[in-house]
């Protein structure tokens, strides 16, 4: 099976970074993917790992080990509208992606 | 493309009935899924549809749901007898598979079930 741990809830100021992690133990490890999700909305698509790396898109950045089963999702020059929940979810090979979600980073931004 | 469509919104209903939600995914995804959110964790996957070939389903997924696509586009998800315990958000999500791509799932907005 899949066991993927990221914090609960995190909080940070508007305007700083804030680096949300998240570690996994999975069997035919394929990538992870970063989901943000505002309450009570559906999870939006940010960002897909599959090789090991940082990978930046606008300010917002995520980075994979495989090795040691270790992502994180870097969040850059804070916004109020970034309070939302954060969920990390692997993927594994198979017939098809099969995805697997954590329980999701809850981040509060304040001013 | 409007992106993933769910309909209802939100279905209240009483123990025991019965509820249909659809689901109509981004025009030519060939994959759809279903999830169900509760609150404070993580979409847990139900089923998955290939065209209109179910591959999949959760131990979650008891005798009393069913998923059907019928013509490999639009999905619904029955559930018969309802109980509380089914409350909760039903996502659908749907993604194109193609070799040397990644197989993003796109989200729709959800069907929110509370069951009195």
């Known amino acids: 099976g899949q066991n993927i741990d990221q914090p609960t809830e995190m909080t940070a100021t508007e305007g700083a970074i804030v680096q949300i992690n998240c570690t996994y133990q999975?069997?035919?490890?394929?990538?992870l993917f970063w989901y943000q999700q505002h309450a009570g909305e559906a999870p939006t698509f940010l960002s897909y790992n599959v090789l090991d790396g940082l990978e930046e898109k606008g300010r917002f950045s995520s980075f994979l080990s495989r090795s040691k089963g270790y992502s994180y999702l870097l969040l850059k020059e804070l916004q109020m509208k970034d309070s939302a929940s954060y969920l990390c979810?692997?993927?594994?090979?198979?017939?098809?992606?099969?995805?697997?979600f954590g329980i999701g980073t809850k981040l509060q931004v304040i001013p | 493309d409007t992106g993933v469509s769910q309909d209802p919104r939100h279905k209240i209903t009483k123990r025991g009935q019965n509820v249909t939600f659809r689901c109509d995914p981004i025009?030519?995804?060939?994959?759809l899924y279903w999830y169900r959110q509760t609150l404070g964790q993580g979409p847990e996957f139900l089923t998955y549809f290939q065209n209109e070939a179910q591959l999949e389903k959760s131990r979650l997924l008891s005798d009393r749901f069913s998923a059907e696509r019928p013509k490999g586009s639009f999905s619904t998800l029955e559930i018969q007898r309802t109980e509380q315990g089914d409350s909760a958000m039903y996502l659908c999500?749907?993604?194109?598979?193609?070799?040397?791509?990644?197989?993003?799932?796109?989200f729709g907005p959800g069907t929110r079930l509370t069951v009195l």
């Open positions: 999500a749907s993604s194109l598979a193609t070799s040397g791509s990644t197989d993003t799932q796109y």
């Open positions: 979810a692997v993927t594994t090979s198979g017939g098809y992606q099969k995805v697997t």
């Open positions: 025009s030519e995804h060939n994959r």
């Open positions: 999975t069997s035919g490890f394929n990538g």
